[in-house]
């Protein structure tokens, strides 16, 4: 069974960082492209980013508003994403969702259960 | 970026009744659309992807059609557990915008 868990977030004020982690398990994870997904509260969906696999070159893509402050990474040895946030602003307060990427549609077919980043002074 | 534009932003409904959900593409995705629910509080959950595969478990009153740049996903008989929210989001084109959503109500 796919299980992926994220942990790492918290409370935070603007111009700080943080790294979110994402333990992955039930599945063959240095195969599958992985995304970040955010939620604001009350808000809809907002695709925050991809990292493709290792034969892929890793290759990452960002959003735009986080673009440059934002990295995500992989660690295939421990089946762990990661999401390192700098230079943190109020509009990154969100719930923080790590997904798997179907090979067809990229569809993120297998989502954690989310971690709450607040940023506020 | 690409613009995903939901239509409606709120339906209201009642069990058993068919409903079709909307969602336009500023410019054309090909079948590059996919379709989550959200509950309350909870991670969302994968119903349709590349326009018309039913996702495996997902029961098979969803469906889902369209392609370029205009797209459904149609419900054929609610659901108490489906007055919840959905989402498109389309992957032709990074960014992978989402739609703004589409409340289902009683």
């Known amino acids: 069974e796919v299980h992926l868990v994220e942990s790492g977030g918290g409370f935070v004020k603007p111009g700080g960082s943080l790294r979110l982690s994402c333990a992955t398990s039930?599945?063959?994870?240095?195969?599958?492209?992985m995304n970040w997904v955010r939620q604001a509260p009350g808000k809809g969906l907002e695709w925050v980013g991809r990292?493709?696999?290792?034969?892929?070159?890793?290759?990452?893509n960002y959003a735009a508003p986080v673009k440059g402050r934002f990295t995500i990474s992989r660690d295939d040895s421990k089946t762990t994403l990661y999401l390192q946030m700098n230079s943190l602003i109020t509009e990154d307060t969100a719930v923080y969702y790590c997904?798997?990427?179907?090979?067809?549609?990229?569809?993120?077919?297998?989502w954690g259960q989310g971690t709450l980043v607040t940023v506020s002074s | 970026d690409i613009q995903m534009t939901q239509s409606p932003s709120s339906l209201s409904a009642s069990v058993g009744d068919r409903v079709t959900i909307t969602c336009r593409a500023s410019q054309s995705i090909s079948s590059n659309l996919n379709w989550y629910q959200q509950k309350p509080g909870k991670a969302p959950k994968l119903l349709i992807y590349g326009a018309s595969s039913l996702q495996s478990g997902v029961p098979s009153r969803f469906s889902g059609g369209g392609s370029g740049t205009d797209f459904t996903l149609t419900i054929s008989s609610l659901q108490p557990e489906d007055f919840i929210v959905y989402y498109c989001q389309q992957t032709d084109i990074i960014p992978n915008t989402f739609g703004q959503g589409t409340k289902l109500e009683i």
């Open positions: 997904t798997t990427m179907k090979n067809v549609a990229a569809a993120a077919d297998y």
């Open positions: 990292i493709e696999s290792k034969t892929n070159g890793e290759t990452t």
């Open positions: 039930g599945f063959t994870f240095n195969n599958v492209w």
